[in-house]
Every structure is written in C-alpha cells, then in structure tokens.
C-alpha cells in the first residue's frame, strides 16, 4: 500500500521553537496516515477536496486573501449532501488526531524536564510538598495534620457537552498508547513495522466507526460513561498519587517508615443521583448507579488480589511470619504442593471473601476463583485490616520492599474508594422540595395552606416538625406523582445506607437556594424517611448543602447561613456532621444571570463573607464549586484559580465539579489524568499552608475598584442579553440552539421549562452555544465596557485608573486569574467565523446591529487587556496553549464553516438524513477539538 505524499496528506504549519519539532512530526505522521485512510476509504476527489477546503479556510482565518471568503462561500455550497458526511469527519478525526499528538507531546516534554533535573514546575506536587517544609523548617507536622483534616475532591457530573462515544475513545487511548511506544522506547525495526501497522488499523478503525449514538443517552448509559474513568486513570492512579507524597517525605525527611499518610483525595460523583431538572434520574436509577459503582470497586479488588497471590511465593521455609498472618493462614484454604507459601494462601482466601461480598451485594462477578466459598467481609474495615496484617509481617520479617508496590497500592485503593467506589451525591431543585413539604403538611395537618403561610410561620412549623421524634412515612397514597417520586427516592438512600454504607451517599444538594427555608425543608424531607433522627441528640445522615447560584443569591448566602447557624436545632444536626458545613457556589447560573465579571466577583466576595459567617460561629467551612469547562461556567486552570480564592476560604477543604467534555480531556489518558490531580492537590495544600495574600491594606483600595468594574460590567451584559429587541432571536439564528436537540448528547432537557426564552435556559446549553459560534460571549462579554469606563472615570478625577488596574493585575491573584482566564476565551473566539453565523439571523437589522455590539466589545475588551497586562498578543504568556490553538485551528474552523452552511440548509427546508447527521457531526468535531466548549 503506497503512502500519500506526506506534504499533502498533513497540516502546514508555521515554523515552530525545535522543542516542538516532535509535536509537528507527529501531527504529519498521524495526519498521512489519516490521509491514506480517507483516500482508500472515500478516493481522491474526497482527499483533495478536504485539502483544498482547509486550505481555503486558513486564508481565510488569517485574513491574507480578500477572495477567501466567497472561495470558501462556494466550495461550500457545491457540496452535496451525500459528500458533505465524509468531509466533516476527516476533519473531526484530524483534529482528533492532532489533540492525541498534543497529549504525547505535552507527557514527552514533562518527562524530558524530570529527566534533566529542571526546576520544577507551578503546581507540581513536588514543588508544593517542598514549599512547605521549607517554610516549616522541614517539620512535617503541619502536613500530616493537613492529610488528616483536608478534603480534596474532584466530582463528575453528566452534563450534555461530552460528546465522545466510548468507542472513539477507547480507539483514542490506543493511538495515543501506539505513539507514546514510539516515543519513549527503542523499537527495533520489526516493532516499528507493528506499531505502524497497529495505527493505520486503529486509524482504519475509527474512520469505520459511527461517531454518533443512534439515540439519546440514558442516565445509565451516563453512569457506565462516568465510571470509565475509574478504570482508565483513578484506581491505578489515585494510590500512585498517594505512594508519591509518602516516598517523598521518606527521602526528603530521611526517614524509613513515615506514618501512612491520611486519605483525603476522593473522586465524588453526581451521575445517576442529580434529579435537577431530569426527571430520568428515578429511585431505580440511583439504586442502580451505586450497584454499579461498588461492582467496579469490587473487580478491581479481585483482581488485584490474584495477580498479588499468583506472585507471593515466599515459603516459609525461608521467611518468618507474624501470629496476625499465622491466623490467617490457619483459615485459608490449603493448596496442592504449597502448603508451605502462606501469603499465596492468604490471598486466595480474601479473593474468594472478597468474590462473595460482590455476590451478598448482588454484582455478577466475571473472574473465577476455585477457592471453596467463603464468608464475605462484612464492611470495608475487614478487608483493610487483612491487608495490614499481611503488610505489617512482611515489613517485620525482612520483606519491606514486597509489602510495597502492588500491594501498597491496593491497601490505598481499598481505603479511598471502599466498597463503594465513590460518594454519590443528591440534588433537586428548591422548587420540588417546596412542592412535596407542601402536600406533606396537608397530609399530617389536613390544611392545605402551606404556600399562604409566611416566612416566619413557615421556619416555626418545620422547626417544630423536626425537633420532634416523627414515625417513619410508609406509605404515599393520595400523593402526587410527583410527590411519590421524591419519595421513593428519599426511602432509596435509606436502603443505600444500610446496604453499603453512609459513605455511598454522603451529600444532598439544594438547587437554587433563597433562604433557610430551603434547608429546613430538606431536613423535614430527611426527617420523613429516618434520614434524620430527632431528640435531645439528633443525628442527620446526609450533608444538606445549600447551592447559591443567581447573583442575587450570592449577595445573600452569608446573611441566609448566619441565621441558619443562629438555630440551635440546626446546630445540633450539625454537631452530629462533625461540626462541617458544606455550601456549594454555582458559576454556571450566576455567569448566566449577570455576566463573566460580575459572576465571579460575586463568587469571591460571597466566599469572604461566609469565612467570617463561619467564623463567627466556629463552624467549619467546605466550599464546592460549581464550574463548568469553559471560562463563561467558571472553568479554567485549577492551580490558578484555587490561589485565586480569597484567604481562609480553601482551608484544606474543596470540592470542584468536572464536566462534559473536561472529564476525558483531563483524565481519559492516566499520566495526564494523574498530573490534574496532583495540581489540584499542591493547589489546595498551597493555599492552605502557604501565604499567597499579597493584598495586604490594598484590599481597602482594590475592591472599590473592582465592584465599579463589576456594576458597570453587569449593566452592559444584562443590557445586551435581556434588555435589547431582537436579542433572542440572534441568539437562536446564530448559533446551533435548537440542531443541539437532536445530538443525543445527554439524558437532561436543555430547558428548565418547556420555553425557549433565555432565562428559562439552562447555562450548560447557553455557553454551549456561543462556543460552537466561536463568539464565546459569556466569557468576556462587559469587560471592556467596565473598564473603557473606569479609565475615562478616573482621567477625569486626575487620578491614573490604567495604572491602578495593572497594579491590581501585579499583585492580585484574583485579577490576574481572571484577566488569564478571559485572554484564553479571546484566543479562541473568531469573529471572522462568528460573522458567518451571524449571517444566519434572517432580520438584516437585528443581525448587524447586535453582531456590531458584540464585535465593537471584543476589540474593545482586547484593547484594555493588553492595556492591563502589557502584552501584544493573545496568550502571550502561556505559550503552551496559544501552539495548541495554532494546530487545532486548521482542522476546528473547517468544521465551523462546514456547520454554517449544513445549517442554512437545514433551515431553508434540506432536512434529508445526511443533513442533519452531517450537522450534528460538525458539533460532534467543535467540541472535541475546542476540548473545553460547555
């Protein structure tokens, strides 16, 4: 099979620094190969037309060709339906390809830093551990204490912006594992010929593999999509993490046997146990996410367990073994011809335990074990303390290096995930809870009055109902539907608790939360299943976190928990929740309702004033944040945006959501998925151990500046988006909204409602919207409005404002996150490809005057970033990304143009198959390429 010329075949790019050459020669390896494939699969004319549109496209981007436009204009609209399919998918599979060379290349760089001594990196873990002692002379104290207090933990959410079919990325995973063995080992010639053979099918594969579902996901479909990642990175990598902090101390104290460091890194989870506004997450459903979440910990056990037995042949014959592992052995089974090897005995015996366990919990368990049955571990604990007893005789008896590696890592792997794998949390919207407390207070007091009666009325009654011991509610005739559900639900978690534990069900979130009525009403609903148990000592079984999400429920967060924590019943539920509470903050909603600037003002000054709320009244504080993957929804690099938070709000303990398509992109691949979370972990230890305040008495002269920005910053975008004629229908005709329905990329409604008004939407599907335009609006939309003002402002009062604002940017990590975050969402936007969808607004008027405000604000808020920063260019200082973006591009905008011109043709009434699946494919390939677009 003769190659294509490798020229053609593959991406032109600029000349590049000679530490990428490796990058570029692997993004025209994989890209010949792609090339090849798509000319045997579809022909010639297929190759050269994909070349010649790419081409077209980057004359287009970069503005050297005034004929590139109507060029591209009329490549596009020759394109059949039936040649428009083959097309969009090269492109998404180049730009696939070129993320996967990407990935290798970034792991490639890392390790050749490691190699050669470099000094490390910001938020390496090694750095932060290093930190610390150093500014402790070197007494670990500090951090022992801060393992056994903090809380880190990154929780999945099923949101429709993963895109990615299993299938493609399981074909992902091989062609990065493929060219990762060319990188890192010497082939032979033969083994060369194999790997490259193994690519083009691979390669073959993928191109032969449906990139879309033929139906809408499930929430169980959700569930086996989440718990993929346990498999692909967080079982493996999570003790990896653990055994890194403690061989570190070890050397870096000289000590040989350091205390086992606390466990306090955990993977949460909301998928299969979130109900906001999906009404597919039933009492089954939850029932059937935490099965499953306990069968993958226990197959990992089992497995673990025989491929540790398979290699204990110590005999004792030779080595000395403790009385704990003598009773052990006394119980195991005994083996044909190895009597005398009694760890390999002892592992048989807990493989067989840990096989019925599974069974006793009802999983199907695939690997056989030809140990007669066994009694089952009755918890967790059981199981952990065989491990100790077999790991304490092995370092007794001079086998200290066996009782690490494998076995060390299943010990930590057995204390964090447990039998139950991950914490599933709860959430329903305030509204639902309102609605079933309502029906329950008639169903007890035969009034139906709950809605007339006010707030003070409302707070007595539910305090009066959960101060007293209540029967368990059994049975809900004469209930709603809806009622009954929620119901069935709440009486669900009991049954998780008793079967798996409290730890498999940790947490229930309120969304929207207005007021303390919210969480009384929640702990009224516990109250009704046993959840909560009322007396002189009550005791509550779940977390209730309120989630404040609006700008206008920021405002009031520290003044609704004040008066919550003034309620001694309250108190008391906390007490038996260890003194902790929980309060989640939503980026999502509140960027949404009053724009990037303001939203994450809001956001920082809530967080100062629930650290003195709670300080006030020596409650322990645990933030979860609520972000999204893009910057509009609160993403953005974590290390940064964690020495963002305003001093004493981290204090060992956070939480961070993980969402659509951000979940593969961070922890699909292990290494990369391993080194997130690392930087999550030197991030939260650094804050919490380390001063990074460098505001001082500037606080006094920074925040006046910055709630100016955020005023002027919210009146402009609430002006634009809520307040303009026309604005809706720009925002449904020029972006993908309504053809977003049909991807079945997700199992909730975009909608709260059955409406398509703006503020009924829900955020996911909003920024979804303006990323696939390449507008990207809500993630810096206002900036440039606030700040041309506030210059002008200050000019005319004699005072510099420019200088101010660029000493904040200096010596402020909030500004300077903020300002770093906003630069990357203008690397991404394109307002040369935002103008075509702009062309889809069908009222001339409307389109050219909304687009005009948009355009006029993006120059506008670039002019006063460069202004701020000193820079003169995009990305200046994170070179890294602006070369990720430089080789996404020429694959990425292709698909844009592709998808504008599919959508012109869907709306004009060309609704045949082939359309609609070429459109969804073009969504399909954005997502994946931009990696953060939801």
């Not at 990074?692 to 920074?702: F, P």
């Not at 996911?764 to 002008?792: C, K, N, Q």
């Not at 043709?905 to 969504?923: M, P």
Request: with cysteine; proline share 4%.
């Amino acid at each position: 099979m003769k190659a294509a010329d490798p020229e053609k075949n593959s991406i032109s790019d600029d000349a590049v620094d000679d530490k990428d050459l490796p990058l570029r020669e692997d993004i025209r390896f994989l890209g010949r190969m792609l090339g090849d494939t798509l000319r045997e699969q579809e022909g010639d004319d297929a190759f050269e037309l994909v070349e010649n549109i790419r081409q077209t496209a980057i004359r287009f981007h970069r503005d050297e060709d005034p004929t590139a436009r109507q060029q591209l204009e009329v490549l596009l609209r020759r394109l059949s339906d039936d040649d428009s399919l083959p097309v969009v998918r090269a492109f998404s599979y180049f730009s696939l390809l070129s993320n996967i060379a990407e990935d290798v290349h970034h792991n490639r760089r890392r390790r050749a830093h490691l190699r050669a001594g470099s000094p490390l990196q910001e938020g390496s873990l090694t750095l932060a551990l290093e930190r610390v002692l150093t500014s402790n002379n070197n007494d670990p104290a500090i951090l022992f204490d801060f393992f056994k207090k903090a809380v880190v933990s990154p929780v999945l959410t099923a949101h429709p912006t993963e895109v990615q079919r299993r299938s493609i990325l399981d074909c992902q995973l091989t062609i990065e594992r493929l060219l990762r063995e060319r990188t890192q080992t010497e082939l032979t010639p033969n083994e060369v010929r194999h790997n490259e053979e193994n690519l083009r099918a691979t390669i073959e594969i993928l191109w032969q593999t449906r990139m879309l579902r033929p139906s809408r996901l499930s929430v169980n479909d959700e569930i086996e999509n989440g718990l993929a990642f346990y498999s692909y990175t967080f079982l493996t990598e999570i003790p990896y993490i653990y055994a890194k902090i403690e061989d570190f101390l070890e050397h870096r104290l000289n000590q040989s046997d350091i205390p086992a460091v606390s466990s306090f890194l955990r993977i949460g989870s909301w998928i299969g146990g979130d109900r906001d506004g999906n009404p597919f997450v039933t009492h089954d459903v939850m029932l059937r996410a935490v099965e499953r979440q306990s069968s993958v910990a226990l197959d990992y056990y089992i497995d673990a367990a025989q491929k540790i037995g398979r290699s204990m042949s110590l005999t004792e014959r030779l080595v000395k073994v403790s009385d704990g592992v003598k009773k052990l052995v006394a119980t195991a089974p005994d083996i044909p011809n190895r009597s005398d090897e009694p760890y390999r005995r002892i592992f048989l015996s807990i493989g067989a335990r840990l096989v019925a366990t599974a069974q006793q919990f009802g999983h199907q368990i695939l690997q056989s074990n030809s140990a007669k049955k066994r009694e089952p571990y009755s918890d967790c604990a059981e199981f952990l303390q065989d491990l100790d007893t077999i790991i304490a005789s092995l370092k007794q008896h001079k086998s200290a290096w066996i009782a690490r590696g494998a076995l060390r890592n299943l010990r930590r792997a057995a204390d964090v995930f447990g039998f139950h794998l991950t914490p599933l949390d709860m959430r329903q919207h305030s509204k639902i809870h309102e609605q079933v407390v309502s029906e329950l207070f008639e169903h007890h007091t035969g009034n139906s009055g709950y809605a007339q009666l006010d707030e003070k009325q409302r707070i007595e009654w539910l305090l009066n109902e959960i101060s007293q011991p209540r029967p368990i509610l059994s049975s809900y005739g004469g209930f709603s539907e809806l009622a009954q559900s929620e119901l069935h639900i709440l009486h669900c978690a009991t049954d998780i608790h008793r079967r798996f534990g409290r730890a498999a069900l940790p947490n229930y979130i309120i969304s929207m939360t207005t007021s303390i009525i919210n969480v009384l009403e929640v702990a009224y609903l516990l109250q009704q299943v046993g959840l909560l148990q009322s007396g002189e000592t009550p005791q509550l079984h779940l977390n209730i976190i309120p989630l404040f999400e609006t700008i206008s429920d920021l405002r009031i967060c520290g003044e609704i928990m004040d008066r919550l924590f003034s309620i001694p019943c309250y108190r008391k539920l906390l007490v038996s929740r260890g003194n902790v509470q929980e309060v989640m903050l939503g980026y999502s909603d509140s960027n949404k309702d009053g724009g990037f600037i303001t939203s994450n003002w809001e956001i920082y000054k809530a967080e100062i004033e629930l650290t003195k709320i709670f300080a006030k009244h020596q409650v322990k504080l645990r933030l979860f944040h609520g972000r999204g993957g893009t910057v509009g929804r609160g993403g953005g690099p974590s290390y940064q945006s964690i020495l963002a938070q305003p001093p004493g709000s981290v204090n060992g303990q956070i939480r961070v959501t993980e969402q659509g398509e951000v979940i593969s992109s961070k922890y699909a691949e292990p290494e990369i998925g391993r080194r997130n979370l690392e930087t999550l972990v030197a991030a939260t230890m650094e804050a919490t151990l380390l001063s990074h305040d460098s505001l001082g008495a500037n606080s006094d002269r920074y925040y006046p500046v910055m709630e100016k920005l955020a005023s002027a910053s919210f009146a402009a975008y609430r002006n634009l988006v809520y307040e303009t004629p026309g604005f809706k229908q720009f925002f449904l005709e020029s972006t993908p909204i309504r053809e977003m329905a049909g991807l079945h990329i997700g199992s909730r409604p975009p909608s709260r409602k059955n409406s398509d008004a703006i503020e009924d939407l829900r955020a996911i599907p909003w920024v979804f919207s303006w990323s696939l335009s390449r507008m990207m609006l809500p993630g810096w939309y206002g900036f440039g409005h606030a700040v041309e003002d506030f210059v002008t402002q200050s000019s005319e009062t004699d005072h510099s404002g420019l200088a101010l604002l660029q000493e904040m940017y200096r010596q402020w990590p909030f500004m300077r996150s903020l300002l770093s975050n906003m630069d990357m969402v203008l690397a991404k936007t394109d307002m040369g490809i935002a103008s075509r969808y702009a062309e889809l607004v069908e009222d001339v008027t409307v389109r050219q005057q909304i687009f005009k405000r948009i355009q006029e604000e993006r120059g506008r808020s670039q002019k006063w970033l460069f202004a701020i920063t000193g820079h003169i260019e995009l990305l200046q200082d994170n070179p890294t990304l602006s070369r990720s973006i430089r080789n996404r591009t020429p694959y990425i905008d292709p698909l844009n143009h592709l998808q504008v011109e599919l959508l012109r043709r869907f709306r004009s009434g060309e609704d045949s198959e082939e359309v609609k699946r070429s459109i969804h494919l073009t969504i399909n390939g954005v997502t994946a390429g931009l990696r953060n677009s939801g």
